[in-house]
């Protein structure tokens, strides 16, 4: 099918628009368990990063099931579809010259490391990290009761593993860090390591 289409080129590309912007252009990919602590975390950065002036946007899990995802559920096949979509959607946020947060538990280690294939350089994976039971006392949708009650099932943790990142970009740890601690290192590390005040290139 794909063969009849043609790739327009454009004039304005993503060097010009993130020149426009004064920013570099990133992919900040939140992954953990449910009630880690990734919406919590990717709320204060794009606060943070609002006050510095910088061009933002959230994609959070939640939101994304709503609409651009609403025909999916949670099987294996259709978690990674999910993560495809959300990975197309980011790639044009960075074309446009945005910093995208993305919050998704992304469970699994292929589909991450297709978002860092399809991303590229511009792609860190943010492993916000607290263990099982502290996510199941925190609880806050009531999820995690559901699926002890079988209400719920392919619940990540429970009975649908989370593979833990192996070499990620930046750990957070929520049991350690409050929320504000945590923003603040995730803020340190990107001006530090990511280069956030850097010229755009
Ligand atoms: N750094 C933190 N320390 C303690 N509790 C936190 C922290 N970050 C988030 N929480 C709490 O944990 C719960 C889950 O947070 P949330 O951001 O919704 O997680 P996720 O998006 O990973 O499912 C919420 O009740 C939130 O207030
Ligand atoms: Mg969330």
Redesign the pocket.
Known sequence: MTSNLTWHHHAVDAQSRAKALKQKPLVLWFT?L????????ANGVEQALAELGKHAFLLDGDNVRHGLCKDLGFSDGDRTENLRRVGEVAALMLDAGLIVLA?FVSPFKADRQLLRDRLGERFFEIH?DADLSTCEA?D?KGLYAKARRGEIKRMTGLDSPFEVPENPDLVIN?QQ???DE?VARVLIWLVDKVGLDAATD
């Open positions: 953990g449910s009630g880690a602590g990734k919406s919590t975390l919050a916000v925190r806050p929520t860090l409050s929320p945590a």
